[in-house]
């Protein structure tokens, strides 16, 4: 983006008629013509989408005079809760974001250094950030370039090194493994490690935690960060100190509950017992499963497992603190489940899934009861909240 083209969209008239549209059909809006010679209707629904997508994702942008890169650089970004639970933990003197984008991470992540740099190779989105960050009254040094070029010839030193690693291939596919990320992490590590003693590394939910150690050494912590029960992003924290344990820890943003910590590799040897449904039903959070300590979980909390493939975990006493849904629950027959009932309907480890439950037994969505369609040892069973 030009500089001339940054400066007409700030324009007071340009800036009245994209906050007077904010709920105007974007489709619409995009076939008629400008009212303003200057700037495009393309521009100022980019504009426009930017601000809604603020709105719910990063409100603390929602200023006069700020601008709002293309849809993808929004997608990609990370949301202000995320970022903000990051910067909880991070503090020193210098602080490098190699990937910046839009610069959402870097500003929350950059309140507890006293120098920051931002590396972006996109020009266009770079002098985004920069205008935007005046108008925040952050100071950072905007570097515009190839963060390998940048490593090359760097000679400084950070306290904390950050990247978040382009995921979508040349065709424009969703990629996580490290080898596909852009840039390829196993590739540029040693330069890395090389500039700081911590580098962290935000990853795709969809990552293979597994996978992860066993093809990146120095992980001394991994977070999974779900927001509202969402999986959003796994952070990876690299160190050059040698330590053969690695922390992880699943956070559920917003829900209430605390964060499950664990050490990577205790579900190995963690082992369940087994029971029919008692009175209490347990429903780890998203960040649990994704982490996959399905035995942990029973073994930390004193449930007991209904199936080794339902993840559903029961008890008589009520056990809080859990990290999940807690549910009071009875057996139902199927006979009893009356048709044009209103129910929150979950299936695990169910050969129907919710939709196909729905249309079986002629059922509506929500209301404040629960079916859960599972397995128990036994075979399958159906559970209705009391």
């Not at 740099?117 to 925040?136: A, P």
């Not at 090194?161 to 291939?169: E, F, G, I, K």
């Not at 549910?327 to 199927?334: G, H, I, T, Y």
Request: charged share 25%; hydrophobic share 35%; aromatic share 10%.
């Amino acid at each position: 983006m030009a500089e001339s083209v940054g400066n007409k969209l700030l324009n007071k008239d340009v800036q009245n008629y994209i906050n007077a549209n904010l709920k105007t059909d974007l489709h619409s809006l995009l076939l008629k013509k400008s009212p303003f010679p200057e700037v495009s209707m393309h521009e100022i629904v980019q504009q426009i989408k930017g601000k809604q997508v603020a709105e719910r994702k990063f409100p603390f942008l929602l200023k006069e005079g700020i601008l709002f890169p293309p849809q993808l650089n929004l997608e990609q970004s990370s949301s202000e809760k995320t970022a903000l639970y990051k910067s909880g933990f991070l503090k020193g003197n210098k602080f490098i974001d190699l990937t910046s984008g839009f610069g959402i991470d870097a500003f929350y992540l950059s309140q507890n250094f006293e120098n920051v740099t931002l590396i972006e190779q996109n020009t266009e989105l770079l002098e985004i950030v920069e205008n935007n960050w005046n108008i925040l009254g952050c100071k950072a040094k905007f570097v515009n370039r190839k963060l390998e070029d940048f490593l090359d010839e760097n000679q400084e030193y950070f306290d904390v090194v950050y990247l978040d690693p382009a995921r979508r291939d040349q065709q424009k596919n969703k990629v996580f493994l490290l080898e596909d990320l852009s840039p390829d992490i196993l590739e540029i590590q040693g330069k890395l490690r090389a500039i700081s003693g911590q580098v962290v590394v935000k990853l795709s939910p969809l990552i293979d935690l597994k996978y992860l150690v066993s093809v990146l050494p120095g992980i001394t912590r991994i977070d999974v960060i779900a927001l509202k029960n969402d999986v959003k992003e796994v952070v990876v924290f690299l160190s050059n100190e040698n330590t053969d344990k690695i922390i992880c820890n699943c956070v559920n943003l917003e829900s209430g509950e605390e964060t499950f910590t664990f050490r990577f590799g205790e579900e190995e040897t963690a082992e369940s017992e087994y029971s029919e449904p008692e009175k209490y039903i347990y429903i780890p959070n998203h960040s649990i499963l994704k982490a996959g300590v399905f035995n942990l979980i029973s073994l930390k909390f004193g449930l007991k497992k209904l199936h080794p493939n339902s993840h559903l975990y029961t008890s008589t006493e009520k056990i809080e603190n859990f990290p999940g849904r807690i549910l009071e629950m009875e057996s139902v027959d199927s006979k009893s489940i009356k048709k044009k009932g209103q129910f929150n309907i979950i299936a695990k480890n169910y050969p129907l899934k919710p939709e196909e439950i729905k249309k079986k037994y002629g059922l509506k969505d929500g209301g404040d009861q629960y079916l859960i369609f599972t397995q128990s040892k036994k075979g399958k069973i159906i559970l209705k909240s009391v």
